[in-house]
DNA sequence: GAGAATGATTAGTC
DNA sequence: GACTAATCATTCTC
């Protein structure tokens, strides 16, 4: 603008020096108001002179030297993060879980289940089905969903790309810069991503959950386990506290778990102590029982009696273990 | 369907 | 950590 007049007012009075910024500041609100009144076409004949201006490569080289030397980058990007902790805790989960990476197989996902309940491995029960197929869902949804984020970021990415390459015409914009924009991209989208790892745990979880509740359904013992546990129990009535290696042993003779033995137990002496009356017939019947077990290993290999079979009536257990 | 029986869970104790 | 006592939730029996 200074180019259009600076030479012709010298000479001029100190009047028309003073009216001159004026008369300056007029004009470059004309012309602004003229190139808002331009239409789109008169703008990009406008731009096309300006990139085909002789001077445009000089001052452009000119003003990238200066931004580089002034820092005046459009934002720094900091080196290449460590990757998150807990982004690898989901991803590990996910892949434990069989939702990311390959899918597992029925046989693998029944055996994760066991482990997880407790159960047997072999149980191919309807809830496993059901499990397998709710897992499949949230597997499918997971993909899509991240199939989705994926082409999103490659779309805004290219396209973001393109605009500063264009706006690199006409401005100072380095690789580096577009590569730091590339990476702001990228780590926006991928904090998208963890959202939705997040959120699929979770839904694992939840599934996890109510399958391990449905798990928690009161299954009764087979008759011949708790004829086991019992004749165990009225044998040692005066000592109805088997050992770990006695539980181990009893919970493989009636397929359940030591924890269920335990818990047989538990739930035996309390109910025997509260009411031994009610127990006592089911107390002879079994020490009877015994008896005639013992009698006829007695007579079959002249052996004595286990140490606490028949040993004790089953009368003499009392609520406090006493004889 | 009601009540009893039974396996599991939980809070408290030692 | 094992155990007791109370309780819950489900299954069994009538």
């Not at 290449?80 to 069989?98: C, F, I, K, V, W």
């Not at 013992?221 to 000592?239: G, H, R, V």
């Not at 290696?245 to 818990?263: H, P």
Request: net charge negative; hydrophobic share 35%; with cysteine.
């Amino acid at each position: 603008m200074s180019g259009h007049n600076g030479h012709s007012h010298e000479g001029v009075s100190d009047h028309h020096n003073v009216d001159q910024p004026q008369q300056d500041m007029g004009e470059l609100l004309q012309q602004i108001m003229v190139i808002t009144e331009d239409s789109l076409d008169e703008a990009q004949a406008r731009k096309h002179a300006l990139n085909c201006h002789k001077l445009k490569p000089a001052l452009f080289s000119v003003l990238c030297a200066i931004k580089e030397k002034t820092a005046l980058r459009v934002r720094d990007v900091p080196e290449e993060e460590p990757p998150d902790t807990q982004e690898l805790r989901l991803d590990n989960m996910l892949l434990a879980e069989g939702v990311a990476g390959p899918e597992k197989s029925r046989s693998a996902t029944a055996a994760a289940l066991a482990a997880a309940t407790g159960g047997s491995s072999s149980d191919d029960s309807s809830e496993h089905a059901d499990y397998r197929e709710k897992l499949a869902q949230i597997r499918m949804i997971y993909h899509t969903e991240l199939d989705k984020y994926e082409q999103a970021c490659n779309e805004f990415t290219s396209h973001v790309m393109n605009l500063l390459r264009e706006q690199s015409r006409t401005r100072p914009i380095s690789p580096k810069e577009i590569e730091g924009m590339v990476s702001i991209i990228h780590r926006k989208f991928s904090a998208i991503q963890m959202q939705l790892k997040q959120s699929t745990c979770e839904a694992v979880m939840i599934l996890r959950s109510r399958f391990l509740d449905a798990r928690r359904k009161r299954r009764n013992f087979s008759k011949q386990a708790t004829e086991i546990l019992n004749e165990y129990f009225y044998s040692n009535l005066a000592n109805p506290y088997p050992s770990e290696e006695t539980k181990e042993e009893l919970a493989k003779k009636c397929s359940i778990t030591a924890a269920q033995v335990s818990n047989w137990f538990g739930n035996k002496r309390i109910r025997y102590k509260k009411n031994i009356t009610k127990f006592q017939e089911e107390a002879n019947m079994y020490a009877i029982k015994t008896a005639l077990d013992a009698s006829s290993h007695t007579s079959q290999a002249s052996s004595p009696a286990t140490p606490n079979s028949g040993e004790y009536p089953a009368s003499c257990y009392t609520p406090d273990g006493m004889l």
